[in-house]
């Protein structure tokens, strides 16, 4: 993994989970949604998806786990097309990073086009900025200085 799909994906986890659930947790790996610093809400093996389906609200439920924040529902067609055997950092940060090559935003990554990156990630991750799904987004600014923190380099 290169300093600048590491930095990205360190963004990714700061954006979904927050620099102060990220502390109180696995580094947010082992993160279930709807989990605040205070309370947190966290699994403890590392085996499968969590599966846990959690009510958000009257309108909205999620399955979303782990430091990117994977529903179920992809878990599986990740480990069949991966090879992925279970719910590990490892295999979290090979199922984000194929997400991410999914959107074609790997070459943006590496090229220092972090806001490019960003653009085309955000149908996958709804708290990057643009993102449609209705929930809290992050400021451009914000994230990009998360990424430059955690090692990444601008073009």
Same mark, same amino acid.
């Given at each position: 993994?290169?300093?600048?799909?590491?930095?990205?994906?360190?963004?990714?986890?700061?954006?979904?989970?927050?620099?102060?659930?990220?502390?109180?947790?696995?580094?947010?790996?082992?993160?279930?949604?709807?989990?605040?610093?205070?309370?947190?809400?966290?699994?403890?093996?590392?085996?499968?998806?969590?599966?846990?389906?959690?009510?958000?609200?009257?309108?909205?439920? $999620? @399955?979303?786990?782990?430091?990117?924040?994977?529903? +179920?529902?992809?878990?599986?067609? %990740?480990?069949?097309?991966? /090879?992925?055997?279970?719910?590990?950092?490892?295999?979290?940060?090979?199922?984000?990073?194929?997400?991410?090559?999914?959107?074609?935003?790997?070459?943006?990554?590496?090229?220092?086009?972090?806001?490019?990156?960003?653009?085309?990630?955000?149908?996958?991750?709804?708290?990057?900025?643009? $993102? @449609?799904?209705?929930?809290?987004?992050?400021?451009? +600014?914000?994230?990009?200085?998360? %990424?430059?923190?955690?090692? /990444?380099?601008?073009?």
């Amino acid at each position: 993994m290169t300093n600048n799909e590491k930095a990205f994906l360190d963004m990714i986890a700061h954006s979904e989970i927050g620099a102060a659930l990220l502390a109180v947790s696995d580094n947010g790996y082992n993160v279930i949604v709807g989990s605040t610093a205070q309370h947190p809400d966290l699994f403890t093996s590392y085996v499968s998806h969590p599966r846990k389906l959690v009510r958000l609200s009257d309108t909205l439920q $999620s @399955t979303a786990s782990g430091r990117y924040q994977l529903l +179920s529902r992809y878990y599986s067609i %990740y480990c069949i097309q991966l /090879g992925i055997k279970d719910f590990s950092p490892a295999s979290q940060d090979i199922i984000a990073l194929q997400q991410i090559k999914e959107r074609h935003a790997l070459d943006d990554i590496n090229a220092g086009r972090f806001e490019d990156a960003v653009r085309k990630c955000n149908n996958i991750w709804a708290s990057l900025p643009d $993102s @449609t799904y209705g929930q809290h987004t992050n400021k451009m +600014s914000d994230l990009k200085a998360v %990424y430059v923190e955690a090692g /990444g380099s601008i073009a």
